[in-house]
Every structure is written in structure tokens, then in C-alpha cells.
């Protein structure tokens, strides 16, 4: 993946090192975000439905702040230049439907625990976006899990995730994650799934549009592709539950299924075009 020399807007507000902020005295929104799993554990804000709107009414609005400037090691810097793509990309397709495009707060880079808008984040929940203080929260340990536990290693798969994050925020913008919440949290056609490959799809659009966007400084190859498809099949819900040991079971799920997720990264890849990732209108998911 190409990234290096790409554009950095700094929007990263960087809590490394400032240890686990807020555990004492965290509240029920905490304990609500703390009882939610993550993107790659099953469920997030987004897809407990309910759960969020209990996090975002009772959690405590106070965050500890980190510097916010362009990082200086390499991992912070690949998050600063692929999320200010993805924001790069997306400011262009708004542009081009007459609307106004708003980046996230920031992206948040953190060590263990951290406080959020939506209660207590931890890094045993992996990445997630909090739609509360529009902010993506990210433990970068999370990089060594995703390539020795999901098997899906490489810049790309963590550009996808990244992404992927990122799209939730277009969601919030758009509203796509209050319309899922009438959808319901699980099973195999709900809210939840369909807001979760929306956000693979737009991943997607962002992977096939950011070469052209960013004049090259940012792109992926087909082998970069590929492995943002290994990272889609890595979380889909039956992988995770079979990895867990347990049974499949659609009724539970909350994201989709490994195929699910690749299709919708494909049509995002192939489409470029968000248009196509109607999810809430798909009759096949």
C-alpha cells in the first residue's frame, strides 16, 4: 500500500502514554460502552441499538484530552494520512451531491482505557467510532491483534479497518444509524448488520476512490485489496463464532457474515459509488 507522502491534517488527538483514563467513578454510560463488545467482538455502538441510546444519555461528557497535532512515529502517522484520506475522499463525494462534508473530531489514538463520549473505551473492544462525540478510538496494540489473532496482517487490512470506522461517522451524518435502529440489534436482516455493510461497502469507495483523490499519494493495489477482503472474512460473525469455539448462529449476529462482509467490500471496490451500498434497501444481504 502507498501511503507514504500522502497528505496528514493532523486530526489526531494522541492519549498514548497518559495510562488508563477515568476507570474510577465511570458511571452507567461506562459500564454500558464496557458491556459492549466491538467491531471485531461481536457488536458496537452502532449495532447495539438500544445500548447506545442508554450510553449516550447517561454518559459522562468529560474527556481527557491528548495533544492534537501530526504524530511523529509511523503508526500514528498512517492512521493521520489514511483517515485524512478517507476524509479527502468523502469531502468530494459531498461535494459532488451539494452537501457539506464534516470530518470526525478526531481520531483518537489511546493506550488500555480511555474516557469517550459514549462511556469507557477499552482496547479488549478494538477500534470503534463513538457517534456521541464523533470521534474513532483507536488502541494501535490492536494492529499485532489483527494480524496474529485474525490472521489478516498488512497496512491494508488496517486502512480497511480504519475505514471502515470512519464510514460509521458518514452514517451519523447522513442518519443512517438512527434509521437502523427501528431495524433492531441482531439477526441476520437487522439494523445492526445492515449498518455494519454499509460501512464495509463504503470502505470500499474509499478504497477504490483514494488514488484519484489524493493524485496517487494514497493507493492500493489489487494485492492490497486482497488483503482488505482477508480482514472483512477475518470479523464476520460466523468466523468469530466458530473461532470462539461455539455454534453459528444468525439469529445473534450483529455485523454479517465473512461473505457478507466481502460482498460489500467488492461492491464499494468495484462501484466507487456510495449509491450502491443501500444496504437498508438490499433484499440480499
Known sequence: MRWLGGD????IEDRRGLGPVGIGGVGVGGLVLAAVGYFFFGISPQSTLSAVDAAQSQAPSQQAAGPRSAPSDQDGRFVDVVA?????????IFRDNGQTYRPPAAEVLYDRATQTGCGLGQSAMGPFYCPRDHRVYLDLSFWQELDSRFGASGEAARAYVIAHEMGHHVQNLLGQDREA?????????????????????????????????TNGKVALDPQDIEKG????????DDTLQ???????????????SSAQRMRWFRIGVSKGDPAACDTFGATRL
Do not use: I
Open 8 to 11: 496528514e491534517s493532523g486530526n
Open 84 to 92: 485524512t484520506s478517507v476524509d479527502q475522499v468523502w469531502a468530494q
Open 181 to 213: 435502529r427501528s431495524l433492531g440489534a441482531e439477526g441476520p436482516t437487522s439494523g445492526s448488520v445492515r449498518l455494519e455493510l454499509q460501512a464495509d461497502c463504503y470502505a470500499g469507495v474509499w478504497a477504490a476512490r483514494v488514488s484519484t483523490v
Open 229 to 236: 477482503l482477508q480482514a472483512a472474512a477475518a470479523v464476520g
Open 242 to 256: 466458530q473461532k470462539a469455539g461455539g455454534q453459528v448462529m444468525p439469529d445473534s449476529f450483529t455485523h454479517g
